[in-house]
């Protein structure tokens, strides 16, 4: 199969090729733990997934890596090495406040002064969060601490991140200034600007790249970038050979990809349009310099911003929304991770209220015609090729496009079927990338035998004009998630509300 993906990198679609097939190497940037995941944040996960999925559908091996990264990192370390307050620090005031008011119900933090806790707290809450839009890699066996074995946490890897920084000094890409904490030195690397298109030469003159001149006393280069920070003060600490002190952001990635993938060079490094500069350019610059590579990942892809109705996501406009604020409200998680993958990667998504209803139409279509053929085809089985398949896939080969992928499942919908355990059978795979057949197990659909009871009950109280049982009755079954649907034929009926 001809796969094109959008290379960052290289600025153009280029043919997709993994250097040991059928392996394919790929690498997330996950979340920083010190808040809940908001659904920007998961714009950027659901799309590394379906990645992942329809990788394997098209029949590649993939070994997929996404970090948590849970060291306390300063709130200016977009900007400014080291600059601002800790996140931990901030994320622990949080959580005191919220305790304080009765908010917090998580028995598990019992002191918010313990940033490990604060960081198993919101990991926690993201790996619940990520199963319940259903990301494969949060659904791996658990390794008996919760965590999925391939969602490394930073604050395991720190020996690794310090061989590299070690490697790095050797190799003379890497250097102690005045200040005694460890600079990269950037212009060791010639290809550093190669992604971002941030050169040197472009950040010396201020041209679109961030700079900190707060540091250029103590550096060779102002773009050169922090590795490791001597700071006893610091919440989250370690002894190292350049004193006890914290690693810089970057260098985590670095460091757990290589390790964890086994992997110098990966097939595909993904994140958010916001982690290409400094993060990632700086990634770059780091792992080729320790490893001596000509390149750390053959693709980059990266997602575009999310707005919502519109406008950019903002506490203080009152639309910013985590996944957990959305469950809450009712929405099935189904419907979030099908509105997060309906839209281009590589275009700004607008997350509306109406595109979420036509998520939940969406959903329920497919829900409701895997119903119909398993009623009238039985089981499925286990293989099947077929048209529909082959154009779903070509679509999605085509630098993933979901739009054109789902057109074609959705025209196919409408069509007849005459061999509905085949149809079951193509359904059932291309909802291998989707998954949103089954992503929530207690959106089953068409309710079991206890709502069936109760809608023999309502009719039984309608027909003798019993209307406060009847009432009584439909709102126990609204409370319980349904829609109660009345017709002339059928009588009472229900269905799982997805929205
Ligand atoms: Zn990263």
């Not at 355990?421 to 309710?447: C, E, M, T, W, Y």
Request: aromatic content about 8%; overall charge negative; charged content about 25%.
């Amino acid at each position: 199969m001809d796969i094109q993906f959008y290379n960052t990198l290289t600025h153009k679609r280029e043919p997709f090729a993994p250097i040991d097939p059928p392996h394919v190497y790929m690498y997330n940037c996950g979340p920083t733990v010190y808040d809940f995941a908001h659904i920007g944040n998961f714009r950027a996960f659901v799309f590394a997934d379906v990645l992942r999925r329809f990788l394997e559908l098209a029949g590649y091996e993939v070994h997929q890596v996404m970090n948590l990264t849970d060291v306390g990192h300063m709130t200016d370390d977009q900007v400014a090495d080291g600059g601002g307050e800790d996140k931990m620090q901030v994320a622990a005031r949080r959580l005191k406040e919220a305790k304080k008011s009765g908010k917090l119900t998580a028995g598990d933090v019992t002191n918010p002064d313990d940033p490990y806790q604060v960081a198993r707290f919101y990991i926690n809450a993201f790996i619940e969060d990520a199963r319940a839009l259903g990301l494969k890699i949060a659904s791996d066996p658990p390794n008996g601490s919760n965590i999925p074995l391939n969602m490394p946490r930073a604050t395991d890897h720190v020996g690794k991140m310090m061989k590299l920084i070690l490697q790095l000094v050797e190799n003379r890409h890497a250097y102690v200034g005045s200040d005694g904490a460890v600079y990269y030195d950037v212009q060791s690397f010639p290809d550093y600007g190669k992604l971002s298109g941030n050169t040197l030469d472009r950040l010396r003159t201020g041209a679109g790249g961030r700079i900190d001149d707060q540091h250029q006393a103590v550096k060779k280069h102002p773009a050169d970038f922090l590795l490791w920070k001597p700071d006893k003060s610091h919440i989250m600490k370690w002894e190292s050979p350049w004193g006890v002190g914290y690693p810089g952001w970057h260098i985590e990635c670095s460091a757990m990809a290589m390790e964890l993938t086994g992997r110098e060079t990966l097939d595909i490094h993904t994140g958010g349009e916001d982690n290409i500069f400094p993060h990632h350019e700086c990634e770059i610059a780091q792992s080729c310099g320790a490893t001596g590579k000509p390149s750390f990942s053959r693709f980059w892809m990266h997602t575009r911003f999310l707005l919502v109705e519109g406008e950019k996501m903002s506490k203080s406009k009152g639309n910013f929304f985590t996944v957990r604020d959305l469950i809450a409200k009712g929405v099935d998680p189904a419907v979030i991770r099908f509105e997060l993958l309906k839209a281009h990667y590589r275009s700004n998504m607008n997350f509306t209220m109406k595109g979420l209803e036509d998520s939940a139409s969406a959903v329920r279509r497919l829900r409701e015609a895997a119903a119909q053929f398993e009623k009238a085809g039985g089981q499925a089985p286990t293989s099947v090729s077929h048209p529909v398949i082959d154009d779903f896939l070509a679509a999605l080969a085509d630098d993933l496009n979901v739009s054109g992928a789902l057109g074609v499942v959705f025209k196919w919908l409408g069509e007849v079927h005459d061999d509905p355990a085949q149809s079951l059978a193509v359904l059932r795979r291309v909802d291998s990338v989707l998954n949103v057949l089954r992503v929530s197990p207690s959106a089953a659909g068409s309710g079991d035998d206890n709502t069936a009871e109760l809608c023999k009950s309502l009719d039984a109280a309608r027909a003798s004009k019993d209307f406060a049982a009847a009432d009584r009755i439909r709102k126990e079954l609204q409370d319980a998630g349904y829609e109660v649907l009345t017709s002339k034929t059928a009588g009472t009926t229900v269905r799982r509300k997805l929205i």
